[in-house]
C-alpha cells in the first residue's frame, strides 16, 4: 500500500514539475516575443507611409492568413479516400487525401494559422504593456504604433467582412445548386416509374 502511495507522490510531483516547465517555456517564448516585436517594429513603422502602412500590410497578412488555414482545413481535402463506385474508366480514382497530402495540408494550415494570429499578436505586442515600468526601453511607446493597431484593425476587419460575404454568397449558391440538381433527379426518376407502369399495363 505505501508502495503505492509513494508512485502516486512522484507521479504528483512529475506532473508539477512538468507543468512548471511548460509555463516557464510559454512565458519565455512571451519575452522573447515581445524582445522581437520591440526590436523589429521600429523599422516596420518607419516604411513610406508609417504605422498606417504597417498596419495595413498586417492587416492583409492577417486575413491571408485565415484564409489560407481555412482552405487547408476545409473537409473536402481533409476527408478519408474514398474509391469511386461508377462505370466507367474512372471508376478507381481516388477521392480525398493521400497521407502526404494530408500531412502537407496540416503543415500550410498551420503555418497559415500562426500567421493569422501572429499578425494581431505583433500589433498588440508593439502597444505599451498595461503593468511595463514607465522608464523602462521595453515599454515606450513607438511613434506610428497607435496608426498601425487602428489601420491594421480597419483592414482586417473590412477584408475579412468582405470574405466572408462572399463565402456566403458561394455557400448560398451551392445549395441552390444542389437542389435543383435533386429536383431534377426526382423528376427524371417519377418519369422513368411512370413509363415502367405504361409498359406493364
Known sequence: MSRFRARDGWGV???VLLLAAV???LLSAMGLWRWFVRVTAPAL???????WTAGALLGL????????????????RNGPRQRNQGQGPDQHRDRGSTGPARVGL???GAVCWAVAFGAPMYVLGALPGRNCRSGSPMCAYIPGTGSAFLSYAATA???????????????A??????????KRLRKKGKGRSRSRAARSS
Open 13 to 15: 510531483a512529475g506532473g
Open 23 to 25: 509555463l516557464a517555456v
Open 45 to 51: 513603422v518607419a516604411l513610406p507611409g508609417g504605422g
Open 61 to 76: 497578412l492577417s486575413v491571408a492568413g485565415w484564409i489560407g488555414g481555412a482552405w487547408c482545413s476545409a473537409p473536402e
Open 106 to 108: 496540416a503543415i500550410g
Open 157 to 171: 476587419a473590412l477584408l475579412g467582412g468582405l470574405r466572408y460575404r462572399r463565402r456566403v454568397t458561394v455557400s
Open 173 to 182: 449558391a451551392r445549395r441552390e445548386e444542389e437542389r435543383a440538381r435533386m
